[in-house]
């Protein structure tokens, strides 16, 4: 009796994007060709061709639609599209985005919120929707790695850049979304922490929690003379005092400091306010250095540079540190 082939229940990684990419572009269509119906369809197509807007959006629609050169693969998992198509998409999908915005706006100023509310009950929600639906493209089609981090695999993704490490040949592949930057081999690979991003230190290039970030006194020759920090309304040691102190009766020493908590406040506020001033130049990033003593002119290259923007960005960079030392 011949057995009947099972049908796969698991899709395809990258299938759900070229469905969601296909679905907005259905939607923008219906609505197109529904707007088109309620008025004269041939004075529709020439109004069309004469509008540069309208062109570049029946290329929009045709790219989203067809999406020519796209397959789902399970070694691409987030990227199903070419990098052209995706480039395209995301060009086309802010341009849209950005008329579909202004033509709302001067809607608004020139008819007021009123008639705004009537016309987006009259259209069903249209003037709301056409932008997110654009910007869901955008989102979409967004700049990220291959995969997902997956330190079991050796696989990371740290920001757009994805790096895989074969633990058998000891090569490492890198890729730069969809593009493959190159193969290199694990030995010759580095990471190199830059602006605080170094395991261990403090977020923002920051100090420890146990140190304070005042500097020590400076030491004197006698320690016996050394001049001590009063309390605000607690007199000096005797031991402390200048010898000729009975002479000069009750006027203060002038050995004795002034106080340090008059000065804690502007040192507080200026600690506080450094992070804030250097918070761009400050943030945590690292770079992927090859150095490869058998290629000529390779010595010391960077591979790769990238923001650590998301704690699973650290997290990964962590584990490309470690399997990289371990290889």
């Given at each position: 009796?011949?057995?009947t082939r099972p049908t796969p229940t698991a899709t395809v990684p990258g299938a759900g994007t070229l469905f969601a990419l296909r679905a907005i572009g ?15 369809f041939l004075a529709a197509l020439e109004g069309m061709a004469s509008s540069p807007a309208a062109c570049l959006n029946l290329i929009f629609l045709f ?223 690292i770079e992927l250095l090859w150095d490869s003593p058998a290629a000529a002119g390779h010595n010391r290259q960077t591979v790769f540079l990238a923001h ?20």
């Amino acid at each position: 009796m011949a057995r009947t082939r099972p049908t796969p229940t698991a899709t395809v990684p990258g299938a759900g994007t070229l469905f969601a990419l296909r679905a907005i572009g259905l939607v923008i269509l219906a609505r197109w060709l529904h707007s088109m119906a309620q008025m004269n369809f041939l004075a529709a197509l020439e109004g069309m061709a004469s509008s540069p807007a309208a062109c570049l959006n029946l290329i929009f629609l045709f790219l989203l639609i067809v999406l020519p050169g796209a397959k789902a693969r399970v070694e691409r998992p987030f990227h199903p599209l070419p990098q052209w198509l995706r480039q395209a998409l995301r060009f086309f999908g802010t341009l849209g985005f950005l008329f579909a915005i202004g033509s709302i706006g001067m809607f608004v100023w020139t008819a007021g919120w009123r008639r705004t509310f009537h016309a987006a009950a009259d259209t069903n929600g249209w003037l709301v929707a056409a932008p997110a639906l654009y910007a869901a493209v955008v989102w979409i089609c967004r700049p990220r790695a291959l995969w997902r981090t997956n330190i079991a695999a050796r696989r990371f993704a740290i920001g757009r850049f994805a790096v895989s490490i074969d633990v058998a040949t000891r090569t490492t592949v890198v890729w730069r979304e969809s593009r493959k930057v190159g193969q290199y081999d694990a030995r010759e690979l580095s990471v190199r922490w830059l602006s605080g991003g170094q395991p261990g230190a403090a977020p923002g290039g920051g100090l420890a929690s146990g140190s304070t970030g005042f500097a020590a006194p400076a030491p004197t020759e006698d320690p016996g003379r050394a001049p001590r920090v009063s309390e605000p309304g607690v007199e000096p040691e005797p031991a402390l005092l200048p010898a000729d102190s009975s002479a000069q009766g009750s006027e203060p020493s002038a050995a004795t400091p002034e106080p340090a908590t008059a000065t804690e406040p502007r040192a507080a506020a200026a600690s506080s306010a450094s992070p804030h001033r250097d918070g761009a130049a400050r943030r945590p990033k690292i770079e992927l250095l090859w150095d490869s003593p058998a290629a000529a002119g390779h010595n010391r290259q960077t591979v790769f540079l990238a923001h650590l923007a998301s704690e699973g960005d650290r997290t990964a960079a962590r584990a490309l540190d470690a399997a990289l030392r371990q290889v």
